[in-house]
């Protein structure tokens, strides 16, 4: 959280007044140039500004890498471990949050018990700050701000409105859903916090709020501004795409439009088809979001458990038992695609927008006790195979709520109030 502090310790005090104006020139270069100061990853930027001797000045300008404070004594608040907390965890109780859709309502659905809502997240180098639900409030008052993705960015929504809603008198709050769109209002604050269903974030054939099953995916090429015309006025905006993109096979893309009749479909690598919309999501930010007054997060993967015998399970298990989280801070699972996070890195580090990046696959990635496994509402009628076998319908993609996405908010609160 902290800047790290302003040195010239380096710097040889013969030439110190020539240094402060070279210095002066350089921080205001740097400062009118380097226009995304949350990523690791940008090479680019680095060699081109920081590889003199004085960028150990630079560090109390606003508009580091991360890297950059990492090395200067700042803290990467995604690396760390989860540590046992039974005094302030979990931040709420389910029962009292009604906006909680009833898959995510674990305790309600018969989990036998609540160890997954006792793990705070403690990062290495320094603490986060407590959430603080009237800061959020005030930080977002007169504002929108708006989830866009799939139904784990969802997941997160709820999670901030779980997280905040109870400072607000119920005559003054309310929360409705309008096709895609789901706005909750805070009415004393005049703000609102929305979620807008697009899972590619392009057009694609599962685009439907509620009837999105399609196994056989088209996402269309270059349509951006189909969901994106939804997004406009928005302050503060918070993606996510991920799972819908991870299929096993190639991704079918269009070309033409959904309209006709003949369709120009072509096949791309997961890793093609998931650039692609990273950089029509990139130059949307750019040509629609002021950077001057809005903000902008893009969530890492959300990791799945679905085989033990990545973690040290025997047999074709999953994360239906689990009730602990993964300690080997190596654990890595394969449903998070190490090359989707190098695309994700290689497009904002080209990037010049700012786009705070929230990298919660790791950290999520070590809670295989945390998913909704089988304490969830279903459906359709359980069949008798099914209820021999839980395991064989527990969902280990989503999270319980209260759970692991309180932390995801956590972390966006941190970079949100204490950039
Ligand atoms: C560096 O930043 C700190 C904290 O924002 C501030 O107190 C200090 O005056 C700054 N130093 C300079 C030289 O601008
Ligand atoms: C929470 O934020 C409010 C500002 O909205 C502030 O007055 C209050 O002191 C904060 N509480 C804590 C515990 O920091
Ligand atoms: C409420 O917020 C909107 C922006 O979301 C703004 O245009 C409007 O003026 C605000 N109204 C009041 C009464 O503050
Ligand atoms: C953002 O602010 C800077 C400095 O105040 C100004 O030069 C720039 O024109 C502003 N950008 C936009 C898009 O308003
Ligand atoms: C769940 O795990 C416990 C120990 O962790 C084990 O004793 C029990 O048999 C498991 N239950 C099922 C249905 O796998
Ligand atoms: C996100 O964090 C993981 C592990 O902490 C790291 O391997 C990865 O490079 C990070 N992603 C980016 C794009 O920086």
Known sequence: MKGGS??????????????????LAFILFAAIFIFHPHLHSNQQTQTLFFSTPLHV????????????????????????????????????????????????????????????????????????????????LEKLRG??????GDSLNRGQ???????????????????????????????????????YWAPFLLESNSDDAVIHRVTDRIV????????????????????????WWITGSKMKILLGSFKDEVKEIVEMSTEDAYRMAMKSMVRWVKLNMDSNKTRVFFSSMSPSHAKNIEWGGESE?????????????????SDSKKSIMQVIGEVFGKSKVPITF????????????????????????LTSDQLANPASYADCVHWCLPGLQDTWNELLFAKFCFP
């Open 220 to 243: 269309r090429k270059g349509s951006i501004n189909t969901h994106g015309r939804h997004w406009k006025g928005a302050d503060i905006i918070v993606f996510n795409t991920y799972l």
């Open 143 to 148: 504002k929108r701000m708006m989830f866009v």
């Open 6 to 23: 302003w040195s010239l310790q380096r710097a040889n005090p013969r030439s110190s007044s020539y240094l402060f104006i070279t210095l």
């Open 57 to 136: 000045a630079s560090s109390n300008t606003t508009t580091l890498t991360q890297t950059q404070r990492d090395q200067e004594g700042g803290c990467d608040v995604f690396q760390g471990r989860w540590v046992r907390d039974e005094l302030t965890r979990p931040l709420y109780e389910e029962s009292d949050c009604p906006y909680i859709q009833p898959q995510l309502t674990c305790q309600e659905h018969g989990r036998p018990e609540q160890e997954y809502l006792r793990w705070r997240w403690q990062p290495h180098g320094c603490d986060l700050p407590t959430f603080n639900a009237s800061l959020m």
């Open 358 to 381: 929230l990298n919660i696959t790791q950290l999520s990635n070590y809670r295989k006790d945390a998913h909704t496994s089988i304490y969830k509402k279903q459906w359709n009628p």
């Open 157 to 195: 929504y709820v999670s901030l409105i779980c997280l905040v809603h109870q400072l607000i008198p119920k005559h003054a709050k309310s929360m409705e859903t309008f096709g895609s769109l789901t706005i909750f209002r805070a009415k004393e604050y005049n703000a609102t916090i929305e979620f």
């Open 317 to 333: 298990g999953n994360c239906y038992n689990e009730t602990t989280p993964i300690d080997d801070p190596t654990y890595w699972g």
